[in-house]
């Protein structure tokens, strides 16, 4: 069974587009987290839920915008996609913050 | 703010050689530490983790301790294997919303 899944893996699209990307845990956990990895590797959080709510903006554009609508779900929408936006996301949950993360397979995103 | 720092890579080992990816940390409080491994194409796993001071984690042959007074969390192995070539990140989650702060990562590739 897949603890944390993320649809679609590859994700492929033109500048301007709006697209979304989901993510699921099946965990039990009531936190979760998007994080974007960039061409260099880097990793940086996003937004994170806890039991639905949103508790880190981590002054990402407000072109995201992250919907959670039950504890197991987390999406990501994002609207008129900047080739900036071409990274890797990552969702993640956990227990309760500052616990262990675990993390989704990641969605490689690809603007054109 | 808070922040990790690891040494850069690439790191290039022979099989059986000893690993020593160098990590420290600036953070407010007492944060958490972490390492996680990406092997390629994949998510992230969670390698080991340490949740106080003097605290020494490890897991698959890989320790690491957490050292608050040099504020380092360093992973060694004694022998490496060709199949623990990926990319590592050492982490610290403080209690600001459970965020994950990331190192660089350092690639790490072993070869036979």
């Known amino acids: 069974d897949t603890a944390v899944s993320q649809t679609p893996k590859y994700l492929v699209t033109q500048m301007g587009n709006d697209k979304s990307i989901k993510c699921e845990q099946n965990l039990g956990h009531d936190t979760m987290y998007w994080y974007k990895q960039d061409s260099k590797k880097f990793l940086k959080i996003m937004f994170s839920y806890n039991n639905k709510e949103l508790i880190i903006n981590e002054t990402v554009p407000n072109r995201f915008s992250p919907k959670s609508p039950d504890k197991a779900h987390l999406n990501l929408h994002i609207n008129s996609l900047e080739l900036g936006d071409s990274a890797v996301y990552f969702c993640?949950?956990?227990?309760?913050?500052?616990?262990?993360?675990?993390f989704g397979p990641g969605t490689r995103l690809t603007v054109l | 703010g808070d922040s990790v720092t690891q040494m850069e890579g690439p790191v290039t080992l022979s099989e059986e050689a000893f690993l020593t990816i160098n990590c420290t940390y600036t953070?407010?409080?007492?944060?958490?530490l972490f390492w996680y491994v990406q092997y390629p194409g994949e998510g992230l796993q969670l390698l080991l983790k340490?949740?106080?001071?003097?605290d020494k984690g490890s897991n698959k042959g890989f320790e690491a301790t957490y050292r608050k007074e040099t504020t380092s969390f360093h992973l060694e192995k004694g022998s490496v294997q060709v199949s623990d070539s990926a990319v590592y990140f050492c982490a610290l989650g403080n209690n600001q919303g459970g965020k994950l702060i990331f190192g660089q990562g350092t690639e790490l590739s072993v070869k036979p």
């Open positions: 953070a407010t409080g007492y944060p958490s």
């Open positions: 340490a949740t106080k001071a003097d």
């Open positions: 993640a949950s956990s227990q309760a913050q500052a616990d262990t993360q675990y």
